[in-house]
């Protein structure tokens, strides 16, 4: 878990970073102080479901649909918790927060993360925490004050880090890592594919091959110094 302060000034940067509707704290809840963001790693035994084949294995689906349900949980008894101490609260989805045309967040969960601490994006575009990137990041907005955590502007990638890897890339099923650019439309049609084979979940565009089998899948695996 860690907390940023609204007056971050990397918040406003995220309309360009991310999306121009992107969101700020204050939009969610005026008279924000703070952002709250924590990650939920997933177990070996579900990564290690997911490393063989061309779809999402049933455990990595399950685990996503469990893991939108826990966030949700969290974040309802963190609003009570926050209560207590006179504190207002603003609730964020755990996901399907962005335009179906563009595929633009209005908020994004593994940017707000960075900004409180938790970790640096990898080449694959996710967050990567000492934790490693296989899990699901939630946050919330609260008016209670607390300390802003130090963001880690070390790079967590071992690519970043100067060093040969890019295993990530290599591992996307449709190839939508292509000569430096991301392509959400192709990595969005496989998500939504995925989901066309568990029919027992409401909505599983989940994929996960990207952050499985690699050197940062459960730890960071650049060391300081």
């Known amino acids: 878990m860690g907390f940023a302060g609204t007056s971050d000034p990397f918040f406003p940067r995220l309309k360009e970073i991310v999306a121009p509707a992107h969101l700020e704290p204050e939009d969610l809840l005026p008279g924000a102080q703070t952002v709250i963001s924590y990650f939920i790693p997933f177990s070996e035994e579900v990564i290690s479901s ?4 061309r779809f999402c294995s049933p455990e990595w689906a399950a685990a996503y649909i469990e893991t939108n349900e826990l966030i949700e949980a969290l974040n309802q008894e963190l609003k009570k918790e926050l209560g207590k101490l006179a504190a207002e609260v ?3 989805p755990a996901t399907h927060n962005f335009d179906e045309e563009t595929l633009l967040s209005d908020w994004s969960h593994r940017h707000v993360a960075y900004i409180a601490g938790l970790g640096n994006l990898g080449l694959n575009n996710m967050m990567i925490t000492d934790k ?3 899990g699901r990041v939630g946050s919330l907005v609260t008016t209670l004050e607390l300390p802003p955590s130090d963001k880690k502007d070390r790079p967590f990638c071992l690519s970043k880090a100067g060093e040969k890897c890019e295993e990530c890339l290599s591992r996307c099923p449709v190839k939508a890592f292509n000569n430096g650019h991301f392509s959400r ?3 969005y049609e496989f998500l939504l594919l995925n989901g066309q084979r568990f029919p027992e979940f409401m909505l599983v565009d989940a994929c996960g091959k ?5 050197p940062c899948s459960v730890e960071n695996p650049v060391k300081e110094g």
């Open 210 to 214: 990207c952050c499985v089998g690699l």
């Open 185 to 187: 439309q192709v990595c």
């Open 50 to 53: 997911n490393i063989n084949g």
């Open 90 to 92: 603003a609730l964020i």
């Open 132 to 134: 490693g990137c296989c």
